[in-house]
């Protein structure tokens, strides 16, 4: 089974839609990833279809980037998984060639959790690799991440974790180093069905960084996501049809009302 997905922009000219291809694998691909699980894309102002390939556990393990114009491939991203299915190693690929250019591993400990994170980059013509290591230790409803770059610590953070009567984190607060608090994001979910329905993270200050705003369907499918930046003052929405249950058919991505974006998807 391949999902094709054709992206269609229309006067796309110097805007940047945040996280579109973080988005297609993240959200779409494999729901269960976060932020962390993937790294920053480019968005190429050009028209792509993305063919997506699963394994026989339903799972993704390779995504091929293509313009819809030539046919030539863009990227290919390439899954592994454990034995319970939790995702391992991500590989990005270059080109027809099929060149090297990052990839990123994840290990976990006996309880499941994330405790490191290993990327390593390549420079354009191979040269220049850039390593990153995110290393993570639990205290009870803390975590203390680690960020270091080519052998370098360059960010210490702490997290401190409230959780709501169903089990879900309802707040995460953030702290330095020296354990000065920097901000927090909290998260309301629905509390019938337990779907989230509002993230918002903001500065010590109580400033508001963005907010994230999610609405279903009578089937508890997404409907409607909207993101709202205070930082850059920008209100993105997207809005799904859906060819069946879990699958979407149409994505509409607004900027301010203005139509940036239409995603098309086939299911053969």
């Not at 291809?21 to 920053?40: A, G, M, N, Q, W």
Request: glycine share 4%.
């Amino acid at each position: 089974m391949i999902l094709k997905d054709t992206h269609y922009i229309d006067e796309f000219s110097s805007y940047y839609i945040p996280g579109v291809e973080k988005v297609i694998i993240r959200s779409v691909v494999i729901p269960t990833l976060t932020e962390d699980d993937l790294f920053s894309f480019e968005y190429d102002y050009e028209t792509y279809n993305f063919d997506i390939h699963f394994n026989l556990s339903g799972l993704v393990f390779k995504v091929i980037k293509y313009k819809s114009a030539d046919k030539s491939i863009s990227r290919t991203y390439i899954f592994e998984y454990d034995s319970s299915g939790r995702p391992t190693s991500f590989t990005e690929l270059y080109g027809d060639e099929a060149k090297h250019n990052l990839t990123s591993t994840i290990t976990y400990d006996d309880k499941g959790r994330v405790v490191a994170r290993k990327q390593l980059s390549r420079g354009f013509l191979g040269n220049n690799d850039e390593e990153v290591n995110i290393s993570y230790t639990y205290e009870e409803k803390k975590e203390t991440i680690t960020v270091s770059q080519n052998g370098i610590v360059e960010e210490t953070i702490m997290k401190s974790y409230v959780y709501a009567k169903n089990g879900k984190i309802n707040k995460i607060m953030y702290y330095d180093a020296s354990e000065l608090y920097q901000g927090f994001e909290e998260f309301i979910f629905d509390p019938t069905v337990g779907l989230i329905r509002s993230h918002i993270s903001k500065e010590a200050d109580n400033t508001v960084n963005y907010k994230e705003s999610y609405s279903y369907n009578q089937i508890n499918d997404l409907k409607t996501y909207i993101y709202r930046s205070s930082n850059y003052n920008l209100n993105w929405r997207y809005e799904y049809n859906y060819l069946n249950k879990k699958i979407w058919s149409d994505k509409f991505c607004y900027l301010e009302n203005r139509l940036m974006l239409i995603t098309n998807r086939t299911l053969n």
